[in-house]
Structure formats: structure tokens, C-alpha cells
């Protein structure tokens, strides 16, 4: 299984509503990531995770909050978006060594109105 | 991170070799080049590695000279499907994880 599953595929939300984003792999991965895309620009890294310990913040607004409560699952609690927040939600996984190969995600369409 | 420059854009016909070159002129000594290829609305997908000379894997080779200041992706006689954008990167292995800092990208576009 080289997937990681990304969860919901869509997801419309209010700017005072809150949600989550769901990402899960079971390839005993212990790096996970966290990016945001925009339209015709590159990912942006939001987080990252190793060994199910926060280990980059890239300066992302407090209105966004990961978890990883153990290794196979990540997720990114949304609260109080604003517009400019719609993107693309893209998760992804690598092994905690040499390889760099990462595995990403089909990703979360997210429109906040 | 070294920063990564790359052509914002390729055209190609199909059955042709592209080769998309990739400047990292601030490279340093532990980094590994990574190439990725991402659809759209889809996430990246890893296409090749290396850290110098030439790898080989069955979608495509990556060139890397001796000074390492740039790397050539190449992809040997190219579809419609190859139609994409494919993105540079420049990085350590380190702490447990990789710090996947993606550039610009070159958005490739195979006509018939």
C-alpha cells in the first residue's frame, strides 16, 4: 500500500465554522507533511511532522491547528478561515531516513465563504 | 535551502526527449536534487533522485555535473499524458524528515 488517503475530498465552510482534514497512510511513515496550494502556484509547506512530534511550523496563522495523534494519522483542525484561505490541502508522507521519496496525497479542496 | 531557478515554462510534441534544466548554484555538500511531477488537482509525484554523475529509472534521467551547481531532468520521447508541471528540489536529508521547500516549477505542455 503506497497511498496516502486524504479526507474529505471537497469541503465548503463557513469563516466561523470549524473542521477538520484528515490525512492516514500505512506505510510506517514517520515524516508528514502538511502544504497549501493555490491556483497555478507551487505547494507551500504549512507543517511537519516527525516521529508524530511537530517539528516545522512554517509560520502558519494560529487558525490553523495540526495533530498527529500516532504515526499513521495526520490532521489539520481549520477554525475562523477567512476567503483567501481556499486552496488546496495537500498531505504527504516519507520515511524518517535516506529516502526522500515523498508520497503525496490527492489532496482537500477547500472554499471557505 | 538552496534556492532553485528552472524555466517557467516548455513546450514539446510528442515523441521527443525534453530535458528541463535546473539551477541551484547555492547548493550545498550533504543536499540531494529531487524531481517531482504534479497534475492538476493532484499531489506531486516523485519522479527521480540523485546526488551526482547520472541516475536512470524507467520514466526518466537525471544529469547532475561535476560541480553540481545544476542538474537536467530528461524525459525520452514524451506523451500527451507527460503534460505537466515538474518541480526542482534541492534539500538535506536530516532530523528524521525532509524539509520539501518546492520552486516555481516548469509547466510543460506536449502537443500532438
Known amino acids: 500500500d503506497t497511498e496516502v488517503t486524504q479526507t474529505p475530498k471537497h469541503l465548503v465552510m463557513g469563516m466561523t465554522n470549524k473542521k477538520s482534514l484528515k490525512c492516514e497512510q500505512h506505510m510506517g511513515h514517520r515524516a508528514m507533511y502538511w502544504y497549501k496550494q493555490k491556483a497555478k502556484k507551487p505547494p507551500e509547506l504549512m507543517f511537519v511532522?516527525?516521529?508524530?512530534?511537530?517539528?516545522i511550523n512554517e509560520s502558519v496563522p494560529s487558525r490553523f491547528s495540526p495533530e498527529c495523534p500516532n504515526s499513521s494519522l495526520l490532521n489539520l483542525h481549520l477554525h475562523a478561515l477567512q476567503p483567501e484561505d481556499s486552496a488546496l490541502y495537500l498531505c504527504a508522507s516519507s520515511q524518517a531516513g535516506e529516502n526522500t521519496e515523498a508520497f503525496f496525497g490527492q489532496g482537500t479542496r477547500l472554499t471557505v465563504v | 535551502l538552496a534556492k532553485t531557478t528552472q524555466p517557467i515554462s516548455m513546450d514539446s510534441y510528442e515523441g521527443q526527449e525534453v530535458n528541463i534544466t535546473c539551477s541551484h548554484n547555492?547548493?550545498?555538500?550533504?543536499?540531494?536534487i529531487t524531481w517531482y511531477q504534479q497534475f492538476p488537482s493532484q499531489g506531486p509525484r516523485f519522479i527521480i533522485q540523485?546526488?551526482?554523475t547520472k541516475v536512470t529509472n524507467e520514466v526518466a534521467s537525471l544529469f547532475i555535473p561535476a560541480d553540481r551547481k545544476s542538474s537536467t531532468l530528461s524525459l525520452p520521447r514524451v506523451s500527451l499524458s507527460d503534460t505537466a508541471v515538474y518541480y526542482c528540489l534541492v534539500g538535506p536529508f536530516s532530523g528524521g524528515y525532509n524539509k520539501l521547500i518546492f520552486g516555481a516549477g516548469t509547466r510543460l505542455a506536449v502537443h500532438p
Open positions: 547555492n547548493i550545498a555538500t550533504n543536499d540531494y
Open positions: 511532522y516527525s516521529y508524530e512530534k511537530l517539528s
Open positions: 540523485g546526488y551526482k
